[in-house]
C-alpha cells in the first residue's frame, strides 16, 4: 500500500486526521491551498463507509473555504455518491466491498498459496 500513499502525496492529497486537536492545522493547510488557487476535493467525513448511513462531518474543515482575506472566492460544490446498482441488480450490504472500501479492509486482497 505504500505506492498509493506515494501517489496522493505526489497529488499534494490533503490528508484527513478525524482527531479533534488537529482540525485547525488541516483547516489552515486547505485555506493556503486555496489561496494558492489550488482546487480541492473534500470528503468531509474524513473517512470511508459502508455507504448504509452518513458519517459525521468534520464541518471545520469547511471553514477553510470561508476564511477571510482571500482575493478569489472559492466554490464549494457538493456531490453525493450512491452505489446502488452492480451490473444492473441493486447492492444489498453483501456486495458494497465490490464497490466501497472502508473500515479495515484491505485495499488489495491476495492469494494464499
Known amino acids: 500500500m505504500a505506492v498509493f500513499g506515494w501517489l496522493a502525496r505526489l497529488q499534494r492529497t490533503v490528508f484527513v486526521d478525524r482527531r479533534i486537536r488537529s482540525t485547525a492545522t488541516q483547516r489552515d493547510e486547505i485555506s493556503q491551498r486555496f489561496a ?34 482571500r482575493i478569489e472566492p472559492v466554490v464549494v460544490q457538493p456531490v453525493s455518491l450512491a452505489y446502488t446498482r452492480l451490473d444492473g441488480i441493486p447492492i444489498g450490504r453483501a456486495y458494497r466491498p465490490f464497490v466501497a472500501w472502508y473500515g479495515a479492509m484491505d485495499l488489495l486482497t491476495t492469494s494464499g498459496g
Do not use: C, M, V, Y
Open 36 to 69: 494558492a488557487g489550488d482546487a480541492l476535493i473534500l470528503f468531509p467525513e474524513g473517512t470511508s463507509g459502508d455507504g448504509n448511513r452518513i458519517l459525521p462531518f468534520k464541518t471545520a474543515l469547511f471553514g477553510a473555504a470561508a476564511q477571510r482575506g
